[in-house]
């Protein structure tokens, strides 16, 4: 092989890209378990102690499927607030990272937001060699010390056995400014809606949406298992006080007869629990195939009737808290330009999914 022929190693050729080393060997170490800090999206939290978003004995027969996807930990997020100049995260995941079309960032990483509510800015993603299960990551170095609010976010496609955050040993810390309410927007849905395909876990867009409206978002994305199942209807609706409850199932769906079956039973078993919580139907996203494949088409066309009939009939039976959002519309006329395979959306599909869903979620909290 001639020079000219051989493979570039941009890591090595691009000091940016290399994995950086603290200088800070004088940390003081701490589990996000313990106050002040707070962690959000995990419902059975304070129960379990486990970052797991579902129970682990529900009571419900549960599909295999979901019970293990249950212990990824997408929608997780530590809150609070500190003075610290230095930041560091040591992680024990449950696997390395192993998706050919999701970044290891977004599989296995967290990232991290500085600002208080509605003022959240992207500082970093956590770096470290993506064939490890345990790793410890630098966040931040040598910042002035004041006082910040900060969020870390959990992997999406990944478990978290146990997660340490590391501040320099000067750092005061403080619990985080409170929820809005303390209410929960639970969102039930598919492997979008878990995050697939983000570059990083703060792109998902109910971590996008849980930027703009201060509550507590408990991600209940499934990939390819959240089909509707009525023990999942059961389990949600063990979740005290919701805020609102999102459906965004139908991409699981293996058929239409499948979505027609289970859509009005999941809503009426959770409507004897809740029968005033706003429940918003969102009807899939378009595939970048279904131009070339004119049956895709018209599946999800006949699956978006099904889901508008459905939210119909129960407003004929005065059920007054119930909407529909047309999801073919989120991404836009170029919706093509904004999925890694097709389907699941890069940063860019979360990110328009996200602004067309902040003003519909906004008015239906609102009342």
């Not at 809150?79 to 290891?104: C, E, Q």
């Not at 429940?279 to 899939?284: E, F, H, K, N, Q």
Request: contains cysteine; charged residues 20%.
């Amino acid at each position: 092989m001639s020079k000219n022929q051989q493979s570039a190693n941009a890591v090595q050729l691009d000091a940016n890209m290399r994995i950086q080393q603290s200088g800070v060997n004088d940390l003081m170490w701490y589990t996000p378990l313990e106050h002040p800090f707070h962690i959000g999206g995990f419902g059975w939290l304070h129960e379990e102690g486990c970052y797991r978003r579902l129970p682990v004995g529900s009571g419900w027969n549960l599909p295999e499927a979901v019970d293990q996807l249950a212990n990824c930990t997408a929608g997780g997020q530590i809150r609070f607030a500190t003075d610290a100049t230095a930041l560091s995260v040591k992680i024990k995941l449950t696997g390395a990272a192993n998706m050919y079309h999701m970044p290891a960032t977004g599989q296995c990483g967290f990232d991290c937001y500085i600002g208080g509510p509605g003022e959240q800015v992207y500082y970093g993603t956590t770096v470290y060699d993506h064939k490890l299960t345990v790793y410890e990551s630098v966040v931040f170095t040598n910042l002035e010390r004041e006082n910040r609010i900060l969020t870390l976010n959990f992997p999406l496609y990944q478990g978290v056995e146990e997660v340490w955050v590391g501040l320099d040993r000067q750092a005061h810390i403080a619990p985080p400014p409170a929820y809005e309410n303390s209410k929960k927007i639970i969102v039930y849905g598919t492997s979008i809606t878990q995050g697939g395909c983000a570059s990083r876990p703060g792109m998902t867009y109910t971590n996008i949406l849980s930027r703009r409206i201060n509550m507590e978002f408990l991600n209940l994305g499934f990939s390819g298992n959240g089909k509707g199942e009525p023990e999942l209807a059961h389990i949600l609706a063990e979740i005290s006080a919701p805020a609102c409850l999102i459906l965004d199932y139908e991409a699981n769906c293996v058929s239409t007869d499948l979505l027609q079956k289970t859509l009005p039973e999941f809503i009426s078993i959770y409507r004897e629990k809740h029968p005033l919580t706003p429940i918003l139907v969102i009807s899939r996203i378009t595939n970048a195939k279904e131009k070339f494949q004119p049956q895709m088409a018209q599946d999800r066309a006949d699956r978006k009737q099904i889901q508008i009939q459905t939210v119909e009939q129960r407003r004929a039976l005065n059920d007054d808290y119930i909407y529909f959002c047309d999801g073919s519309k989120l991404l836009g006329e170029d919706a093509h330009e904004c999925t890694v395979d097709g389907s699941h959306p890069t940063d860019l599909g979360f990110m328009r999914m996200a602004d067309g869903l902040t003003p519909v979620l906004q008015r239906i909290l609102a009342g």
